[in-house]
């Protein structure tokens, strides 16, 4: 089997793969009532020592949830130039959650702790700057 980690669609499953989601037992997830979502989410939970876990079943969803929950509107998601939340997600940061991304020119995706300082973005002195802060609240690494 080839494994392809570009993206969650890529990779075709196997044929063990296929015969567990024919036989996977299924619910309603949205009522807490797929055992298998439940149990994946317990099992990972338990994996990480933390109280809960959720599934997500793609990245997209995922990241947009997580940068939905670590910002507020207006503020910026620090990123190298290169990640999946500015080029292949739609725009979908400013539409879901009101911020916008500042590119970093990383390396691989990866951004020094200078790089990440520089692009803090510091407003300057105004009457009206509490309404255009435009502060950073996450800087994303892939």
């Known amino acids: 089997m080839h494994i392809d980690l570009r993206s969650d669609t890529v990779t075709n499953p196997t044929q063990g793969m296929l015969e567990a989601m024919h036989n996977a037992k299924l619910g309603d997830d949205v009522y807490g009532e797929d055992p298998t979502v439940n149990a994946l989410q317990?099992?990972?939970a338990k994996?990480?020592?933390?109280?809960?876990?959720l599934f997500f079943p793609t990245g997209t969803m995922a990241n947009q949830a997580a940068i939905k929950l670590h910002t507020q509107p207006g503020e910026q998601v620090i990123c190298d130039k290169?990640?999946?939340?500015?080029?292949?997600?739609?725009?979908?940061?400013?539409?879901?959650?009101?911020?916008?991304?500042?590119?970093v020119d990383g390396h691989r995706g990866m951004m020094t702790a200078e790089q990440v300082i520089?692009?803090?973005?510091?407003?300057?002195?105004?009457?009206?700057?509490?309404?255009?802060?435009g502060a950073v609240s996450a800087a994303l690494a892939e």
Request: net charge positive.
């Open 82 to 103: 290169y990640a999946h939340i500015y080029n292949y997600e739609g725009g979908g940061a400013s539409f879901n959650s009101g911020v916008s991304c500042k590119l």
């Open 47 to 53: 994996m990480f020592g933390k109280e809960k876990a």
């Open 118 to 133: 520089l692009a803090i973005y510091v407003p300057l002195p105004r009457a009206d700057a509490q309404k255009m802060s």
């Open 42 to 44: 317990t099992r990972l």
